[in-house]
């Protein structure tokens, strides 16, 4: 977030952000808490009301998801567009849902639940074999914007393919055991 201009009826996590002008990707409440959850749609507001300005990653973030927004699932209001993890079952063992991990066949793996068969499937990504001296080059913005043209991110949405993984694993970053997230350029 970059400046604010007069705001009227805002929470302290968002007042906190602003005064420290922090990026909404560099949230400081616990991921998925409703406070999370509720600094997204605050700062979704503001922005469309013309209120605040946002670093370019947070335009992108909050125009191209709902996070922020809830929906209602059997009677109970859950966020959209905010990976949970959930437990399902892949052959035989308890794994986690869209969270992915170092490993497998290649660089990185990950479970999803394919929404047409509602079946749990494993998406593999990455360079082969782990890649050997190939390297993922997140901390150079334009290696990171490059990447993202080249494979043409901006149209990748279906998690069952290795495509969307590799165009989002920058904002796993951290849990793959990096020092921060990266946010994408799409």
């Known amino acids: 977030m970059i400046k604010i201009a007069e705001i009227l009826n805002t929470t302290p996590g968002i007042d906190y952000h602003l005064k420290h002008g922090l990026a909404l990707h560099e949230n400081v409440y616990r991921y998925s808490s409703w406070e999370f959850i509720d600094l997204f749609a605050q700062a979704r507001r503001l922005f469309n009301e013309g209120k605040i300005d946002l670093i370019q990653a947070d335009i992108d973030l909050i125009s191209e998801t709902d996070i922020g927004s809830h929906g209602t699932y059997e009677g109970k209001q859950v966020p959209l567009d905010l990976p949970m993890l959930d437990e399902a079952e892949y052959q035989g063992k308890n794994v986690d849902l869209n969270k992915p991990k170092r490993g497998g066949s ?81």
Request: aromatic letters at 14%.
């Open 106 to 186: 290649k660089k990185f793996y990950v479970y999803v639940k394919n929404p047409k068969t509602g079946k749990v499937k494993k998406v593999s990504f990455g360079a082969k074999d782990g890649g050997g001296n190939l390297a993922v080059k997140l901390k150079d913005p334009k290696r990171r914007k490059a990447f993202a043209d080249r494979h043409n991110c901006k149209d990748k949405k279906d998690k069952t393919k290795a495509g969307y993984w590799s165009c989002r694993v920058g904002r796993y970053w951290k849990s793959l055991g990096g020092s921060q997230n990266y946010p994408g350029y799409w």
